[in-house]
């Protein structure tokens, strides 16, 4: 009989903190940078460039380590000793992974509509629209990003209620160690 490990295999453990921090910088770049700045600013075309190219990493990762999951052998889920509370947390984790291969999918849809990757990676071929307005994907990476920052909200309390009022330890099992 093969018993369950207590952590996660350092390559998740590794990959999790990774993303967290790549999701942060790309939400807060989003939110507070490319969102406020016209694409009439002379560093729009870069700022673009690196949200870009931190977005498709974010995603190609996520699929990593989502394969990676799907292959190694886990700790079991984390139980709060409510069915209900446990569920949400299980629904937490799928929906982590659906926004954001959604928000990378609808960051590349409203990219290839408006023609960035030529102008953005193709050494100043064309010019930015007026702004990103009209084009649908752009409306839904926004609402999508509201969807993500709370959800990442309610991972980031789940894991507290876990630490501070179960006290069961949970952050141990995202960390490095003997499994
Ligand atoms: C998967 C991780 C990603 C995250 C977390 C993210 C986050 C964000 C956020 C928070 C915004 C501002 C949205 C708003 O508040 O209305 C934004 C805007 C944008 N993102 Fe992303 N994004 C990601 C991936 C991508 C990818 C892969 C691309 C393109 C290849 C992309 C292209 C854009 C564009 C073109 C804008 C609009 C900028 C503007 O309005 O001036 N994003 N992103």
Redesign the pocket.
């Known amino acids: 009989m093969t018993t369950q490990p207590t952590r996660y295999a350092p390559v998740l453990v590794g990959l999790h903190w990774l993303l967290a921090a790549l999701?942060m910088l790309?939400?807060t770049m989003?939110?507070f940078v490319?969102?406020e700045?016209p694409?009439t600013s002379p560093d729009k075309v870069g700022s673009?460039r690196g949200?870009?190219i931190v977005?498709?990493v974010?995603?190609a990762l996520m699929l990593v380590r989502l394969v990676t999951r799907l292959r190694t052998r886990r700790p079991p889920h984390a139980a709060t000793g409510s069915t209900l509370l446990d569920q949400l947390g299980r629904a937490a984790h799928a929906g982590l992974y659906l926004l954001?291969f959604a928000?990378?999918a609808s960051?590349?849809a409203?990219?290839v509509q408006?023609g960035?990757p030529e102008i953005v990676f193709g050494g100043g071929a064309g010019s930015l629209p007026r702004?990103?307005s009209a084009y649908t994907p752009?409306l839904v990476?926004?609402w999508i990003?509201k969807a993500?920052m709370a959800l990442v909200g309610l991972h980031v309390a789940g894991v507290l209620f876990h630490q501070f009022r179960l006290k069961d330890r949970l952050l141990s099992r995202m960390w490095f160690g003997k499994r």
């Open positions: 999701l790309a939400m989003g939110t490319l969102k700045m694409n673009l949200h870009m977005g498709m974010i995603a954001v928000m990378a960051g590349l409203t990219a408006a960035l702004d990103f752009r990476h926004g990003a993500l």
